[in-house]
């Protein structure tokens, strides 16, 4: 059963506009939360977190939101640039100092110059 | 941050046969992990591998699918064992980089049996 859930495959929005990614969980004891960025060829690399503690992180253009009432978080990336274009996958854990991260399947945007 | 290699970068084998996969860490790191991303699907944790002992599999994965060798603290290998069509996916291997869950992927193994 898929804990993570990234239920749009893809998203294009257009360069200076604000891009919202979303992603929700089922499983209420996750306490820690990441989004990846992967680019084609490429392995996954760290974007920003955000513990459950907070609702807001912001880091730049990038801000993520988490709602844990609605189990739903979201990346705000504003503003979009061209080189943003890459498939964003949300990741989540369960337990402090544990190393299993469940990830979602992923959504592609595309920032259209 | 930790540079990862990995080989190789793709193959294409026949059912039954077996691949080993290298993984390469540009640092000393205690803990390597082995994921597997198929067709359409999130990544999911294979097993964890810690120099020195046994690696531990997750839910779902078996040694003898999927034999683990770390022999010192940059290097491990996956091997997938007796392939079928349904072991075609990507395989990463990663290292925690020490901060929370925040971890380090290589660029993956693209694997597809035919």
């Known amino acids: 059963d898929q804990q993570v859930k990234q239920n749009s495959p893809s998203l294009s929005v257009q360069e200076g506009r604000i891009s919202i990614l979303n992603c929700d969980y089922t499983?209420?004891?996750?306490?820690?939360f990441l989004w990846y960025k992967k680019y084609p060829a490429e392995g996954p690399t760290f974007l920003i977190s955000?513990?459950?503690?907070?609702d807001k992180n912001e880091d730049g253009r990038f801000t993520v939101f988490l709602n844990k009432s609605a189990k739903h978080l979201s990346l705000h990336i504003v503003p979009s640039q061209p080189g943003d274009s890459a498939v964003y996958f949300c990741?989540?854990?369960?337990?402090?100092?544990?190393?299993?991260?469940?990830f979602g399947t992923g959504t592609r945007l595309t920032v259209i110059p | 941050s930790a540079v990862i290699s990995q080989k190789p970068s793709r193959d294409i084998c026949q059912r039954g046969t077996s691949l080993t996969i290298q993984c390469q860490v540009d640092?000393?790191?205690?803990?390597m992990f082995w994921y597997r991303q198929q067709p359409g699907q999130s990544l999911t944790l294979i097993a964890t591998a810690n120099q020195g002992s046994e690696a531990t599999y997750e839910s779902g994965f078996v040694i003898d699918k999927f034999p683990i060798s770390r022999p010192n603290l940059t290097f491990s290998t996956l091997t997938v064992s007796n392939m079928s069509p349904e072991d075609s996916s990507i395989y990463l291997c990663?290292?925690?980089?020490?901060?929370?869950?925040?971890?380090?992927f290589g660029p993956g193994t693209r694997l597809t049996v035919t």
């Open positions: 990663s290292v925690s980089s020490g901060r929370y869950y925040e971890q380090y």
């Open positions: 499983n209420s004891m996750f306490d820690y």
């Open positions: 640092s000393q790191v205690t803990m």
């Open positions: 990741a989540a854990s369960a337990q402090h100092g544990a190393n299993n991260l469940f």
């Open positions: 955000i513990s459950s503690i907070k």
